[in-house]
Nanobody, 111 residues
Framework: QVQFVESGGGFVQPGGSLRLSCVAS????????MGWYRQAPGEQRELIAG?????NYVDSVKGRFTISRDNAKNSLFLQMDNLKPEDTAVYYC???????WGQGTQVTVSS
C-alpha cells in the first residue's frame, strides 16, 4: 500500500484556477488507473477525473479540469480552471485498487 498526500487547495473566487498535487509514499508506476475524487459537505465522495488507458471526467468538470500524472515523481495532478462555487469540496487522490485515503485538500470557491 501507498499513502497519498494532497496539496494545493485554497480559497479562490469564481473563475479562478488552482492546481492540486498528490504525492505518493511509494511508486505509482504499477497503478494502471488513478483518479481524483471530491467530497462536498453532506455528500458522498465521488470520482471526478480518472487516468488509465485514457482520461475520463464527470460532466460537471469536463472542459475545465485536467488530470495528469508523473510516474517519475510518484505524483498525480489536477489543473482546475474556471472554478465554480459548486466545486467547493475536499479533494482526494487514489488509485485502483483503492489505497488508504489521505487527508485531502480543501478547495473553496466563493466571491
Amino acid at each position: 500500500q501507498v499513502q497519498f498526500v494532497e496539496s494545493g487547495g485554497g480559497f479562490v473566487q469564481p473563475g479562478g484556477s488552482l492546481r492540486l498535487s498528490c504525492v505518493a509514499s511509494g511508486s505509482i508506476s504499477s497503478f494502471y488507473a488513478m483518479g481524483w475524487y471530491r467530497q462536498a459537505p453532506g455528500e458522498q465522495r465521488e470520482l471526478i477525473a480518472g487516468t488509465g488507458q485514457r482520461t475520463n471526467y464527470v460532466d460537471s468538470v469536463k472542459g475545465r479540469f485536467t488530470i495528469s500524472r508523473d510516474n517519475a515523481k510518484n505524483s498525480l495532478f489536477l489543473q482546475m480552471d474556471n472554478l465554480k462555487p459548486e466545486d467547493t469540496a475536499v479533494y482526494y487522490c487514489n488509485a485502483l485498487p483503492l489505497q488508504p485515503w489521505g487527508q485531502g485538500t480543501q478547495v473553496t470557491v466563493s466571491s
